[in-house]
Every structure is written in C-alpha cells, then in structure tokens.
C-alpha cells in the first residue's frame, strides 16, 4: 500500500478518487467520454482519446482541432514517446518578420502545422482496441445537440473573446450573438462535427491530405499566410521515447525537446544535489530551493533548447549529473539569485491522464498555445488554430530562431514517473510556464513528502516569473512569504482570480490494487473511476 497522507492540510472540496480503471481531465464531460471508452472494452489510451476529442469541443479555450499534442504510454511492459507538434510553414524564414521585436502572438503568421489529429491516429492505430470511429461518439453528441458550458471555461472564453474577437472566423464560431456564452448555458458547434466525422471516417487523412486540408490553406491564402496544403500534407510524428532523470528511488520521464519538459528534469537533478529531504514540505527553506533550482534550470533551458535538430547543446549533456551538481552549487541558502532569464509566456492547455486495470497509463497533453491560440478560425469547419509559432524567437544564431519546416519550442509536457523500472504516477500540469515547474512541485509532494494525488493537486502553489520575482498563490504562510522576502525573493501574491495562471493538475497514482486520481481543483473536471 502507497504511504500516502490523508490529512485535509489544505482548503479543499475533494478527495482523491481510487479505482482499477480511471481517467482524470480537467472537464467532467471529457472524463466522461472516457470512462464510457473503458466501460465498452476499451483500453486507457481508448479512453485518453476520447477524453482528448471531446475536450477539443467542451473546453475550446485550451485546445480544439488545430491544437499540437504530446503523449506517454506505459503499454505495460515499456513506455514510449510521441512527439506530434508541427513544423513551421516552408514559406517561413527570418525576412518574414523582419522589423518585429518578438514572433506574433495571433492571426495566421503565428500559426503552424496543427499535430493533435496526427496523434490520435497515431495512438489508436499502435495501441487502440475499438474502432477509431467509436472514439468520436461523445464528441460528436457534445457538438451536434450541444453541451452546457462550465464557470472556469467560461471565464476563459470572455477573456479570448475580447482578445481574439476579430480574428478570422472567431466570432462567426465562438461568439453566439456577439458574446462569449456565460456559465451554464448550451453551446453548439455544428462545423467541428462535420469536421469530426470527417477526421474518424478517414483516420485523420482527411485533415492533412483531403477537403479539410484543402480548406486550412485555402484560409491561410485568403488572409495573408503561408501554410499551404504541402506544409499539411508533409507532416510527420516521431516516436521519440523519452527522456530521464533519477530523484531519490524514482525517476522522471518527460518527452525530449522541442518541449520543456528538459526543464523540469535539470531542476529535479538539481535538487538531487540539495538537502530538500531535509526542509518540512511547505517551509521557506523548501521553497527557496525549489525556486532557484528551477531559474538555474529556465537559464539553461531559454538559451539552448528548440527543434532538437537544431541544438547546439545535446540532452545529454544538459542532463550530466557533473552539470547539474556544479549547478547546484550555484544555490545560496541565503540569497535569491537572478541567473537573468525569464520564463515562457503564459498559455492555454488541456492534459489529461488516464489508466485501466491491465497496467496501462496514458500521459497525454494538447493545447492552443496562448487561450484560444491564434483566434484563427477556418470558416465552415471549426477548425481554430494554436499559435505555437509565437514560441519561436527572433534572435539570430538561436537554436530556437524561426525557419522554415522547424518545431518551435514547447512549452506542453506530459510527465510519468516510474520507480524500479515500473509505473508510479502519470501525471501533468497545464499551463504554459506553470508546466515544468508544476511537474517539479507534484513529484515532490508525491514522491518525497508523501501527499495523496488530490492534496499535492490542493497545495498552493509558487511560480517563477522573471528575476527574482515568485508569484505565489494564496494558502502560503505568512511566515514563510516574510522569509522568502528576506531571501531576496520579489514576491507577487495573486489573487484567486488568477487561478489559472498557476496551471491545472491532473494525476493518477499506482496502488497496490488499483489506481488513486486526483483533479485540480483549479478547474471544472474531475477524476473518475470504473
């Protein structure tokens, strides 16, 4: 039996969830999908692809069918790796946006070849049990008679909507009589589930190679973009494993880059080399070291790391146990340190989790980038576009510098946990630069300080944002703030408005006879089981 603590330490509505079969998202509706999966004889990756389709129609503000996506199997012998984020326009180079002092944040220069249908395929076609078709049913429902729109959705969706509302074809799709819909009330989207059907009748040839494909160029010609039908139909996946580093008696597997999930695993190195074990879970001590293991990882990270064919440093040597001991030895427990990089910008995501009772766990994530991502909507279909070009910088020589066929770099990661070799946690943490540092914050509370999924989920959470400034949410002791302030650390309190900015968890964590789940609280879903 997991030594997990069950003590209520933090506010809190929730307990964790325990089951043989689960699935944990961060929308109800889409945790549904899947459990319907598993109930008809599907598996867990049946089931994260259900939860992951309906999620492209019930939580629009974070992904949607344009979205990027990245996974972690465990198929119960091995884990692998999936890498379905898209390239950058062939029509792409540094000239084009020549003049600017950053990458566009929207419309379709920000736009890149959308992975996430390639990784439904992809999944259901190596690990799936039912039909590919059979994936979609909850979508399409949720699409064609509508769905009831939830309060944090909802909030989101009125913050796109002012921002992105004049984008091609956002308002015809996503503002029903010129607003956002408010809580609780019923939204369609007929063109998504024409769109839908098309995509489970064909596999998803339909997007890259056929009438949907046809229609995103056709868009991208008619307003002043690049992205052309032989930019969709040249897309590829790689099963690219993943990539480790040991903490104590577990070990961290994040996907390699493009992604930053190298961030999350130089930090935990970091800390390898630290006294953390010996600080109580929420002390000021404890925090400090995370913080400044987690800015020394950012430095690195924001200066090397991008399409990995284009790295001038490798994984292994950023990963180097000499390294990343010589980094720790940065860390002064008596003064916040300012390595001078900053984090990526804030973003909308889904991840979700999900696992069955034959041992198979699914980490799996995708996402929009920024909210509803580049508010591009490809009229008729209801296809919106993320805006992962807006990753790329603009700085000459960089390895993450804009070119043409080129991933940029990414701020989505699924995270897994194994120890002895076997599964321990699938786990993630939306939310742009939340995500990394959100991996870091759940193995520790999980793994070192013994916190049951849905408490580790419920503790208030720290976020490095630039410098020395830690914004933190509210739960943290005053105490702790006042030692933090004498460290050095800036720190800016967020209100519980500003939830969203410290990400959203969803984690499933093996059992001795199952699975216990918890969801974030932060906002609408839910971790079910069967």
Same mark, same amino acid.
């Given at each position: ?200 009748? $064909?596999?998803?040839? &339909? ?5 949907? #494909?046809?229609?995103?160029? %056709?868009? /991208?010609?008619?307003? @002043? !973009? ?98 990343? $001991?010589?980094?720790? &030895? ?5 003064? #916040?340190?300012?390595?001078? %990089?900053? /984090?990526?910008?804030? @973003? !909308? ?109 419920? #503790? ?5 944002? /630039? ?64």
């Amino acid at each position: 039996m997991t030594d997990f603590s069950y003590d209520a330490r933090y506010p809190t509505h929730r307990v964790p969830t325990f089951g043989r079969n689960m699935v944990a998202t961060s929308q109800p509706l889409a945790a549904q999908a899947g459990i319907r999966m598993l109930l008809r004889g599907g598996n867990a990756v049946d089931a994260a692809l259900a939860a992951a389709i309906t999620l492209t129609v019930v939580e629009p503000t974070g992904n949607g069918l344009g979205s990027d996506a990245f996974a972690i199997v465990w198929d119960g012998k091995e884990l692998h790796g999936l890498n379905a984020s898209g390239r950058s326009p062939a029509g792409w180079n540094p000239e084009r946006f020549a003049g600017l002092a950053k990458m566009p944040e929207a419309g379709w220069d920000s736009v890149t070849v959308p992975g996430a249908v390639s990784s439904w395929a992809a999944l259901s076609k190596r690990f799936g049990k039912l039909p590919f078709e059979d994936l979609f049913e909850p979508a399409l429902t949720y699409a064609r008679e509508g769905f009831l729109v939830s309060p944090t959705i909802a909030r989101l969706w009125a913050l796109g909507g002012a921002r992105l509302g004049k984008q091609p074809g956002f308002a015809n799709h996503f503002l029903p009589c010129g607003k956002a819909p408010l809580p609780g009330q019923l939204f369609r989207n007929p063109a998504i589930a024409e769109s839908l059907r098309l995509i489970a009748e $064909t596999k998803g040839e &339909a997007f890259y190679h056929g009438v949907l #494909a046809e229609k995103i160029a %056709a868009s /991208a010609a008619a307003h @002043g !973009g690049v992205l052309t039908q032989q930019d969709l139909a040249e897309h590829t996946i790689d099963w690219c494993g993943t990539i480790s580093t040991g903490f104590r008696d577990v070990e961290l597997h994040e996907i390699p880059p493009n992604g930053q999930g190298i961030a999350a695993l130089m930090a935990l190195g970091i800390l390898e080399h630290t006294d953390i074990a010996d600080y109580p879970v929420d002390s000021a001590e404890s925090l400090h070291l995370q913080i400044e293991a987690m800015k020394l990882a950012f430095a690195d990270v924001d200066a090397y790391v991008g399409d990995p064919d284009h790295m001038r440093l490798s994984v292994a040597d950023l990963l180097s146990k000499t390294y990343l $001991t010589q980094r720790a &030895a940065h860390i002064d427990m008596g003064q #916040a340190a300012d390595p001078g %990089a900053g /984090a990526p910008t804030l @973003g !909308g995501t889904v991840y979700l989790t999900a696992a069955d009772e034959t041992g198979m766990m699914v980490s799996f994530i995708q996402s929009n980038y920024a909210g509803f991502g580049s508010g591009v909507v490809v009229e008729g279909t209801g296809i919106h576009l993320q805006n992962r070009g807006a990753g790329f910088t603009l700085e000459h020589g960089h390895s993450n510098v804009v070119g043409p066929r080129k991933r940029p770099f990414h701020t989505i990661i699924p995270g897994f946990v194994t120890k002895n070799g076997l599964p321990q946690m699938s786990f993630g943490v939306m939310g742009g630069p939340m995500q990394a540092q959100g991996h870091v914050q759940m193995l520790l509370r999980t793994q070192l300080f013994g916190q049951n999924p849905q408490m580790a989920s419920d #503790a208030p959470r720290w976020r490095f944002v /630039a410098g020395r400034k830690v914004a933190v949410e509210q739960g943290i002791a005053e105490e702790v703030l006042a030692k933090l302030t004498e460290l050095g650390h800036v720190i800016v309190r967020e209100t519980p408005d500003n939830s969203f900015a410290f990400g959203g968890a969803q984690l499933i964590h093996v059992m001795d006879d199952g699975y216990a789940g918890g969801s974030d609280t932060r906002k609408d879903g839910a971790a079910l089981a069967c």
